[in-house]
């Protein structure tokens, strides 16, 4: 089955700075790679997907980039504000297994003010 | 207008019982998830359902069972519970399967589930 490692499980930045969470996945079949924000009790919300055919997509502050060769995709988040604290959680999937979601271990992303 | 929704959004039980959680969505979908997160935030899918597949995460105990009365509602039921069931449960709904645009899924409030 699919494996998702995501990398940092932490990540501090002052408010204004850039952050950048990196995934990588296993199963080649793989084509759809969306991005999820949890805030503190709350649902996963998506904030940006990405699909196999594709190699880049920006969303105003966010940008996700993905290399299929290398199997890795990741989350940029460019001036980062303290609302965008919160646990962010990157995932794979294929139609081969009922598009159900493997996800990442999540970063938290803390943002100073 | 709410899109997914689950009752209970607390549940707190004995080992040994059985519970079910609810979950429907009004968003016309064809496919709905069980997702589990535990304390450590880590989200695992349990089961992907439409009306025609069910396809179960081999991982899940068989104490663990969806049911769909229809395609707006699946329903988890536990039996037996366990200390180690306790955690987050999501269910979360797309559009359907096989196409790109039918990927995105919407997730419900969450039920936290406690055994003692």
């Known amino acids: 089955g699919e494996n998702v490692e995501q990398h940092p499980s932490t990540l501090s930045v002052q408010e204004g700075d850039s952050a950048v969470i990196k995934c990588t996945y296993s199963d080649s079949a793989s084509n759809y790679f969306p991005w999820y924000k949890q805030e503190l009790g709350k649902r996963p919300q998506l904030i940006i997907d990405i699909r196999s055919n594709v190699g880049e997509k920006k969303d105003q502050r966010i940008a996700v980039t993905l290399n299929k060769t290398a199997k890795h995709f990741s989350l940029h988040i460019t001036e980062t504000q303290p609302e965008d604290s919160a646990v962010y959680f990157c995932?794979?999937?294929?139609?081969?297994?009922?598009?159900?979601?493997?996800f990442g271990g999540g970063t938290r992303l803390m943002v100073k003010p | 207008d709410t899109a997914v929704s689950q009752t209970p959004k607390y549940l707190v039980t004995q080992m040994g019982n059985d519970k079910s959680i609810k979950c429907e969505q009004n968003l016309g979908h064809d496919t709905m998830y069980w997702y589990k997160q535990d304390s450590k935030k880590f989200l695992k899918i349990m089961f992907s359902y439409n009306n025609k597949e069910l396809i179960i995460n081999e991982t899940v105990p068989n104490r663990f069972s969806p049911k769909s009365p229809d395609k707006a509602h699946l329903n988890l039921h536990i039996n037996s519970l366990e200390l180690g069931d306790s955690a987050v449960y999501f269910c979360?709904?797309?559009?359907?399967?096989?196409?790109?645009?039918?990927?995105?899924?919407?997730f419900g409030p969450g039920t936290r589930l406690t055994v003692l």
């Open positions: 979360a709904s797309s559009q359907g399967v096989g196409l790109p645009s039918y990927n995105e899924q919407f």
């Open positions: 995932a794979a999937s294929s139609n081969n297994a009922g598009n159900m979601l493997t």
